[in-house]
């Protein structure tokens, strides 16, 4: 869709990129902790003495001990905890580097490198569908949904798990695309690289990894004319990964194969294990006990309505164009692609599926919506355009195009307000068709971001101090304390006997049952976080 010249698309470009930086520059310290926050910054604290000793002291006796022996001399804990640290480890390395302690600091250093990342991600993703679509317009529209889909931009600042990952996925799909147009060292090295992030952040990783090598095995000995060289390449390809993995992954370094192992099976273990109560079409139901279809309500509820519909038509289109590739004619079967961009694209599709049914049959604890499969929203995005395209070519008229973009616009326009008018509590967004429905059956703030916002009321609004405060729900006001200024943390002591507190907060999320069996009869209501007319978050103080 070309409307101007070639010059002019670059000065709209640059100009659209610097305002989302700009914006993001402006924001990110407005946001609070997630539940994981501090546990995956000590864990990456642990790491960073641990590489400390083997390079700077060259300490080599610490082979000889385990995770556990080695955590509980370095940081006091004994913490056999395998998770990644691919983000949280550079964050460690900054801090040190620049002698920053304050937690607020920390904190606030972590969500503006999980935007900057998120950022440098939106860019690639442009380049992307710059790439498989050849318009500016496409691309730039793209990036508009990807980035301002109000929960995804409220968590590119603070979720360093679920956006990471979907940032490392957009540079993967980027490197998958190059590698099967050029395999060059300068590709094949970068595909490698990204498929070794993608399989140590999370080990749903090595399935659209491994599922890749397979198809393009598969296309190297089509029609049974072997390609020995491409061959070659798949198995230097495999061992580059193999050798980032264990780069990266310094958990490896001790004993890589008995420890890849025991960190995948504690991966999915810790995943499938913690249980947590969700709140589900209006029923408190556990994690363990969740619908097939749990993740997929929560995308169909949580993404805009405009990108919905088109996604609908160009999933459906993709299929039909699969299904195709597998039909006999005249009793000869036709191939499932026909050249390399049939063939990515049906990879893409395999994907989207393979990931949403391993989700539904291999992952029995299901909760916090469908943030653990974020990464696919790419994909998502790439079949909305497909289907706009294809909606679009069907009326020759003008003012029948005219009328898609309008309402495209009208519903950017709706989400864009949304995001103004309760930031900075955009991951509490339902689309326009369930909001009203959703904000009284379903999780609402289920990671207790608006804890931090009721935190600081109190301190603004009360005289008297140090402050007693307490949690009625599962998140812990700890993590949101440590994004106030120390002096203010001095002032705020988190209580466990709720009699003895000051003032009792809630986020409504609960871990079990009895949480809502707490007598309320001391207390008055003081302060309330309201998004889309609902309390996300209600702060009582007790009565003199």
């Known amino acids: 869709m070309q409307l101007i010249n070639a010059k002019t698309e670059k000065i709209i470009t640059y100009i659209f990129f610097l305002s989302i930086f700009l914006l993001g520059i402006n924001i990110y310290d407005d946001y609070g902790l ?5 546990i995956y910054l000590r864990n990456a604290q642990f790491y960073f003495e641990y590489i400390r000793l083997i390079f700077l002291e060259g300490n080599s006796e610490i082979f000889s001990k385990n995770i556990g022996e080695l955590s509980n001399e370095l940081i006091g804990e004994t913490n056999p905890f395998v998770a990644p640290v691919l983000f949280e480890l550079p964050i460690v390395f900054i801090t040190k580097a620049l002698n920053i302690n304050d937690s607020k600091d920390i904190y606030q250093l972590s ?53 990471f990952y979907l940032s490392l996925f957009i540079f993967y799909l980027y490197a998958v695309h190059n590698f099967l147009i050029k395999q060059s060292f300068k590709n094949i090295f970068y595909f490698s690289l990204t498929s070794a992030f993608l399989i140590y952040a999370k080990v749903v990783g090595i399935l659209p990894v491994t599922v890749f090598i397979i198809f393009y095995y598969l296309n190297s000995i089509k029609k049974n004319n072997i390609n020995f060289h ?8 495999f061992f580059l990964i193999l050798i980032f993995i264990y780069i990266l992954w310094p958990y490896l370094w001790l004993d890589p194969i008995n420890n890849l192992i025991y960190s995948f099976q504690w991966m999915i273990g810790v995943q499938n294990d913690h249980v947590v109560i969700n709140y589900f079409f209006g029923e408190y139901i556990s994690s363990t006990n969740t619908p097939w279809h749990y993740r997929i309500v929560w995308f169909l509820i949580t993404t805009p309505v405009v990108v919905l519909f088109f996604f609908v038509i160009g999933f459906i289109l993709t299929l039909i164009q699969v299904v195709m590739g597998f039909i006999k004619i005249d009793n000869v079967r036709t191939d499932p692609w026909i050249n390399k961009d049939e063939l990515f694209n049906f990879y893409l599709f395999s994907i989207i599926v393979l990931v949403v049914f391993s989700a539904i049959k291999f992952n029995p604890s299901q909760f916090g919506s469908w943030r653990h499969i974020y990464f696919l929203y790419p994909i998502v995005i790439f079949y909305f355009l497909i289907g706009l395209k294809f909606t679009i070519s069907l009326f020759s008229k003008k003012i ?45 703030d289920y990671w207790g971001l608006s804890n931090l916002s009721s935190i600081k009321y109190i301190m603004e609004n009360n005289k008297k101090y140090p402050v007693k405060i307490a949690t009625i729900s599962f998140s812990s006001l700890r993590d949101s304390i440590l994004m106030l200024d120390k002096r203010i943390q001095e002032n705020i002591f988190v209580e466990h006997d709720y009699d003895k507190a000051d003032f009792l907060i809630t986020n409504y999320m609960n871990k079990t049952r009895k949480n809502y069996k707490i007598d309320l009869k001391k207390h008055e209501k003081y302060f309330e976080v309201i998004v889309n007319g609902v309390s996300i978050n209600t702060v009582y103080k007790k009565i003199n």
Not at 230 to 237: A, L, M, N, S, W
Not at 400 to 414: A, D, G, Q, T
Not at 422 to 441: G, T
């Open 230 to 237: 491409e061959i070659k390449i798949i198995i230097f390809t």
């Open 111 to 163: 969500h503006f490198a999980n935007f900057f990342i998120f950022f440098i991600a939106l860019i690639f993703f442009y380049k992307f569908i710059h790439i498989k679509f050849n318009s500016t317009f496409y691309s730039l529209l793209s990036v508009l949904v990807l980035c301002f889909s109000p929960r995804i931009f409220a968590e590119s600042f603070y979720n360093s798990r679920d956006i």
């Open 400 to 444: 029948y195009k005219n009328l898609f973009f309008s309402l495209i616009i009208i519903n950017f326009i709706y989400i864009f307000y949304w995001s103004y008018t309760y930031h900075p509590n955009q991951q509490v967004f339902f689309n326009y068709f369930s909001k009203e429905y959703a904000k009284k059956n379903f999780d609402l």
């Open 34 to 38: 997630t539940l994981d926050d501090e």
